[in-house]
């Protein structure tokens, strides 16, 4: 059982978040899903970043450190697309993190990665937003730096598959995406989950 931070991605708080927080609370685990905006979530990529625009990264990263400031040191951080950037920059700031779990997008300085850190990582493939050379410099940092790594790409699917809300869901590969996730989560040693 894990206590988790999952953070969402450029588009806000939307109803899949959710969701998927309440897919692994049915698992056990115990999870926080920070509003970063504060505003209602948009239907577009074009709208999310206009919000992000809006309320700054530096805004978005201070309400993130915020949500956090109250859980357990070893807390899996966790995020989709620009939230998996966000817990990746967490992440060298809460060097207990059990794990990072990456959705739709890269996270985190290499030099931030403990060895023996489990990572895991689902991405499109090809991701318009996360060039192939990008993402295989990343996989090599971090397997020089001892993280275990698991990385699934699905190949031909768009961005954001995972989100049934969005034009990009594919139903067959958030399943396969959410079966893997689960048992990297059952795999790890408990965190300080409260009760």
């Given amino acids: 059982m894990a206590q988790i931070a999952l953070f969402h991605s450029v588009h806000g708080l939307r109803p899949a978040v959710l969701a998927d927080a309440e897919r692994l609370r049915a698992a056990g685990h115990q999870v926080l899903t920070p509003d970063l905006y504060g505003l209602p979530p948009a239907d577009t ?8 625009e809006k309320v700054t990264l530096d805004e978005v990263l201070r309400r993130a450190r915020a949500a956090l400031a109250a859980l357990p040191a070893d807390t899996v951080l966790a995020g ?28 985190g300085d290499p030099a931030a990665f403990r060895p023996g850190l489990p990572v895991q990582l689902h991405l499109a493939d090809p991701d ?52 893997r996730v689960l048992s990297f989560l059952a795999a790890l040693p408990p965190t300080g989950v409260r009760h």
């Fill in 45 to 52: 990529v074009e709208a999310g970043f206009a919000l992000l």
């Fill in 80 to 107: 989709y697309s620009m939230g998996a950037g966000v817990a990746g920059v967490l992440l060298a700031e809460r060097p207990a993190a059990t794990a990072l779990l990456l959705l739709h997008g890269t996270g």
């Fill in 128 to 179: 318009p937003y996360e060039p192939p050379a990008e993402v295989a410099d990343w996989q090599q940092a971090l397997s020089d730096a001892g993280a275990r790594l698991e990385v699934f790409r699905y190949p031909g699917r768009p961005h954001l598959w995972t989100d049934p809300a969005a034009p990009d869901h594919d139903p067959g590969a958030t399943a396969l995406a959410w079966e």
